[in-house]
């Protein structure tokens, strides 16, 4: 059209068009102009255009996205067990709120803790996206809490799982000998993503309120299911620790401190894990994660999504979410948003 028009605008005597022999000139002219023009381009496009450094510089970058690992969000979440009797604040009150929280930020994968059977199927009623992995702590079938993985149905599939008891005995279910006051477990999987990024393990877990010695035994366990795992994928490890920053627990799993109680060569954790709150908010005070329904954030962090040092964290952030004053769960979820490094040879 703007061709048209500028031709249209370059005639200053419309009686010459109609001779036959100026339109047979006029034609050629145009003929050999066009000609020019379209060498012309086409010398710029194939010395500047398609090599020039902006256009590697698109195209490099462009390579990069491609083989970029997508975004995972992660999020644990302590629901408070469902039989508790907490008044105005009991489960029929809260599940719809739950259920919010995971509309609300549609966690790929989420470690829950103190979870009861019907509250694992209000969840996923409310929510039926998705999935789950995990059995009851006190017959590794349904009876008693879960430290339950839930799982977006669409996004990942599970390999692999399982469970296993925190104690001397992993295998039997419902077993306690460390001295903790509940029986304590931990669930895994290995999710596979249907986007194309990489393969990774979830161990969720739930450690003792009382017991120090339980924690610290069922830290080495931890780190030694970790280290046994069969395939290197990256690890991310979600729960309820009942421990602040600077238990033994927590900087064992950070590398910080060694076991003086573990052997077989983990009295150093061979698989150290960050904080990832921490890798962004390093100097937060007000991070307390346990608030009994009152919504106070003075108290220590209890609640952890650990990862890898060398997985990198977009997004970190204590969730506290509520409505006139009252709260999903005694305890504030955590979320965090990841990405994996790219796997050698993709």
Same mark, same amino acid.
């Given at each position: 059209?703007?061709?048209? $028009?500028? !031709? =249209?605008?370059?005639?200053?005597?419309? /009686?010459?068009?109609?001779?036959?022999?100026?339109?047979?000139?006029?034609?050629?002219?145009?003929?050999?102009?066009?000609?020019?023009?379209?060498?012309?381009?086409?010398?710029?496009?194939?010395?500047?255009?398609?090599?020039?450094?902006?256009?590697?510089?698109?195209?490099?970058?462009?390579?990069?996205?491609?083989?970029? *690992?997508?975004?995972?969000?992660?999020?644990?979440?302590?629901?408070? &067990?469902?039989?508790?009797?907490?008044?105005?604040?009991?489960?029929?009150?809260?599940?719809?709120?739950?259920?919010?929280?995971?509309?609300?930020?549609?966690?790929?994968?989420?470690?829950?803790?103190?979870?009861?059977?019907?509250?694992?199927?209000?969840?996923?009623?409310?929510?039926?996206? &998705?999935?789950?992995?995990?059995?009851?702590?006190?017959?590794?079938?349904?009876?008693? *809490?879960?430290?339950?993985?839930? &799982?977006?149905?669409?996004?990942?599939?599970?390999?692999?799982?399982?469970?296993?008891?925190?104690?001397?005995?992993?295998?039997?279910?419902?077993?306690?000998?460390?001295?903790?006051?509940?029986?304590?477990?931990?669930?895994?999987?290995?999710?596979?993503?249907?986007?194309?990024?990489?393969?990774?393990?979830?161990?969720?877990?739930?450690?003792?309120?009382?017991?120090?010695?339980?924690?610290?035994?069922?830290?080495?366990?931890?780190?030694? /299911?970790? /280290?046994? /795992?069969?395939?290197?994928?990256?690890?991310?490890? !979600?729960?309820?620790?009942?421990?602040?920053?600077?238990?033994?627990?927590?900087?064992?799993?950070?590398?910080?401190? *060694?076991?003086?109680?573990?052997?077989?060569?983990?009295? =150093?954790?061979?698989?150290?894990?960050?904080?990832?709150?921490?890798?962004?908010?390093?100097?937060?005070?007000?991070?307390?994660?346990?608030?009994?329904?009152?919504?106070?954030?003075?108290?220590? =962090?209890?609640?952890?999504?650990?990862?890898?040092?060398? !997985? *990198?964290?977009?997004?970190? $952030?204590?969730?506290?979410?509520?409505?006139?004053?009252?709260?999903?769960?005694?305890? &504030?979820?955590?979320?965090?948003?990841?990405?994996?490094?790219?796997?050698?040879?993709?």
């Amino acid at each position: 059209m703007r061709r048209r $028009e500028s !031709t =249209k605008c370059q005639i200053s005597n419309p /009686r010459q068009i109609q001779s036959p022999q100026f339109k047979t000139v006029h034609a050629r002219e145009r003929q050999r102009l066009g000609f020019w023009i379209c060498a012309l381009f086409g010398i710029w496009f194939l010395g500047f255009g398609a090599s020039s450094p902006a256009a590697e510089i698109r195209a490099s970058a462009a390579d990069a996205q491609s083989k970029a *690992e997508p975004n995972l969000v992660v999020m644990t979440f302590n629901i408070r &067990y469902g039989t508790a009797n907490d008044g105005e604040n009991n489960w029929a009150n809260r599940k719809e709120m739950v259920c919010d929280v995971l509309r609300g930020h549609s966690p790929d994968v989420m470690g829950i803790q103190e979870a009861l059977r019907f509250q694992i199927d209000d969840i996923r009623a409310g929510v039926p996206e &998705y999935a789950e992995i995990g059995c009851g702590r006190d017959d590794g079938q349904t009876k008693g *809490e879960y430290s339950a993985i839930l &799982y977006r149905k669409d996004r990942l599939d599970v390999t692999d799982c399982g469970t296993f008891w925190l104690s001397d005995t992993p295998e039997a279910p419902g077993s306690i000998t460390w001295g903790n006051a509940c029986t304590r477990l931990c669930t895994w999987g290995r999710f596979a993503r249907k986007d194309g990024g990489r393969s990774f393990y979830l161990f969720n877990t739930h450690l003792d309120h009382v017991s120090q010695f339980s924690r610290d035994k069922s830290a080495v366990l931890l780190a030694q /299911r970790i /280290r046994d /795992r069969q395939h290197p994928d990256p690890v991310l490890v !979600t729960g309820d620790f009942n421990t602040g920053e600077n238990n033994p627990v927590v900087r064992y799993l950070k590398g910080e401190q *060694e076991s003086a109680i573990a052997g077989n060569g983990l009295s =150093k954790n061979p698989t150290v894990l960050v904080d990832t709150f921490r890798v962004l908010h390093r100097d937060a005070k007000q991070v307390g994660t346990f608030h009994s329904f009152k919504g106070d954030v003075s108290r220590e =962090k209890i609640d952890y999504i650990f990862t890898q040092p060398d !997985t *990198e964290v977009l997004r970190a $952030e204590i969730l506290r979410d509520g409505k006139d004053n009252r709260y999903p769960s005694d305890h &504030y979820p955590v979320i965090a948003v990841l990405r994996f490094p790219t796997q050698s040879g993709k």
